[in-house]
């Protein structure tokens, strides 16, 4: 979630209680236990995640802020989430714990590093979900293996529906701060009479408190209505 991580907002940038152990059945036969792994794997290195980078500079009608696609690469075991090659910017890292020593041994992690294209302006919560072309892969696999060494895999495919992030958006309220009042003197404008038929120095800043979340500011405006 891009939404700030304080309070009161709900962000989160990194989930890693995603449990894996119901995704296997899991047996060692009469021999016995001798070990037991994860690993993350793609089947190619730069596919698409189906999820786009934010770009500022991007005010086209209909793809708003729309930057290039955000590409995969396995980094020793650790699926990064980057633009343009495997040393581009990084947008987000999917890892798996395989230390079997830790009470988090096969939790699936997910980490945010920078924000990412939302298309719906209508919503400042959607999400946009890692979705992978057709014959692509993302594949978590568990490898068993017992006592004598010998071993059996079986993996499950996480390029659709697994991985989603939800967005941020720009909140408005007022200060509570009173306008002050805009007086017009009809007296002649002449000296050393003191009219005064226009004014425009009443500041509006104070009377609104403003922000535009994490994915940062495009453009402010003000309206008067009836």
């Keep these: 979630d891009e939404s700030s991580t304080s309070a009161p907002a709900d962000g989160v940038r990194t989930v890693s209680s995603a449990s894996t152990v119901d995704l296997f059945t899991t047996g060692y036969g009469t021999d016995g236990q001798r070990s037991l ?3 993350l794997s793609l089947s190619a290195d730069g596919i698409g995640s ?13 793809s708003i802020g729309k930057g290039s696609q955000v590409l995969l690469y396995n980094n020793s075991g650790t699926i990064e989430g980057r633009t343009g090659s495997s040393t581009g910017t990084l947008y987000f890292t999917i890892s798996v714990n395989n230390d079997s020593n830790s009470s988090n041994f096969g ?10 294209w939302h298309p719906n302006t209508g919503s400042s919560d959607e999400a946009v979900t890692l979705t992978l072309a057709a014959g692509d892969s993302l594949r978590l696999t ?3 293996t017992d006592l004598d060494g010998d071993s059996a895999s079986a993996f499950v495919e996480l390029g ?7 967005d941020d958006g720009p909140a408005v309220s007022t200060s509570g701060t009173t306008l ?9 404008t002449s000296a050393p009479a003191d009219g005064v038929r226009t004014v425009s120095s009443a ?19 003000y309206a008067l209505s009836l």
């Design 37 to 39: 792994g994860y690993a």
């Design 50 to 62: 189906g999820l786009f980078a934010l770009d500022p500079t991007n005010a086209t009608a209909g």
């Design 107 to 116: 939790k699936l992690s997910f980490a945010q590093s920078a924000n990412v």
């Design 142 to 144: 568990q490898t068993a």
């Design 160 to 166: 659709a529906n697994a991985f989603k992030i939800e």
């Design 180 to 188: 002050s009042a805009l007086v017009l003197d009809e007296s002649s």
């Design 203 to 221: 500041s509006t800043v104070d009377l609104f408190t403003t922000g535009y979340g994490t994915d940062g500011q495009r453009s402010l405006g």
